[in-house]
């Protein structure tokens, strides 16, 4: 499946004291690294006084996961809260300015997978604020509406055009290199697919195994999607919208609760 955004994943983590660790005066720290070898994650911690604080998310999600821990004579330990503040995971090492080795553990059913992180300077773009709610494109013929909520277990979608009510899970995809978010609206098939024909001119069934994830690059009150490529990299995305771009913009409309 070919997405147009690049994406990329940064880990953040901090730590107090020792002379090669992060200083402990109320500093952010960026990593990027893997979870048990091959899971990309995100990190960012604040470190004040060797109290730490901050979040992390999965490479594939872009959803931030709240935590909080501290660290002590150079072994830190932190805790992944759920939505509700609770622990549920225990994450235990030694952080350094070379970056994190230590062990992610859930503490509900025990299961410990390997953490390593490596430093970054790239920031790691935030989520815009309030961007759930409706959104709408309306240009002849395409009239497109799109609702984000979200819940304990998420954020979901609501689409809605001139020919299907379609509903799914959303996700995100930050680069780094780009410092852009992008939305991924997961299950919504393309409506045509026929990769780099450069490369395949012979290719018979150009439509076979469609991508199901629409991808619009996220913004203070918008979305926007390129719906279709050119000649040589020719896919359509919604096909209810003969436009290039689907320029999608926040509105004042009441928010629909997903189940």
Request: proline residues 3%; contains cysteine.
């Amino acid at each position: 499946m070919r997405i147009f955004f690049a994406s990329l994943f940064i880990l953040p983590i901090s730590f107090c004291s020792a002379e090669n660790s992060f200083s402990a005066g109320k500093e952010t720290e960026n990593f990027i690294g893997k979870l048990n070898n091959n899971i990309d994650v995100v990190f960012s911690l604040i470190n004040n006084g060797g109290k730490l604080t901050g979040f992390y998310y999965y490479d594939k999600i872009g959803i931030e996961i709240k935590l909080i821990g501290e660290t002590v004579n150079g072994k830190t330990v932190l805790y992944e809260l759920n939505n509700q503040n609770k622990k549920q995971a225990k994450i235990t090492g030694t952080l350094t300015k070379n970056g994190f080795d230590g062990k992610w553990e859930s503490l509900s059913t025990k299961k410990a997978l390997i953490l390593t992180l490596k430093p970054t300077n790239k920031p790691i773009p935030a989520l815009p604020k309030n961007f759930v709610g409706a959104y709408s494109f309306y240009e002849k013929p395409c009239k497109l509406d799109i609702v984000i909520t979200k819940n304990d277990n998420g954020y979901f979608y609501n689409f809605d055009s001139t020919t299907r009510t379609l509903k799914g899970k959303v996700t995100f995809s930050r680069s780094l290199l780009e410092n852009l978010v992008y939305i991924n609206f997961n299950g919504i098939e393309w409506a045509e697919d026929d990769g780099d024909i450069s490369n395949e001119p012979d290719k018979d069934e150009p439509n076979a195994d469609l991508p199901t994830v629409i991808q619009g690059l996220l913004g203070e009150n918008e979305i926007i999607i390129q719906n279709y490529g050119n000649a040589m990299n020719h896919y359509l995305k919604v096909g209810e919208c003969d436009v290039k771009y689907i320029h999608l913009k926040k509105t004042g409309k009441k928010e629909r609760i997903i189940n």
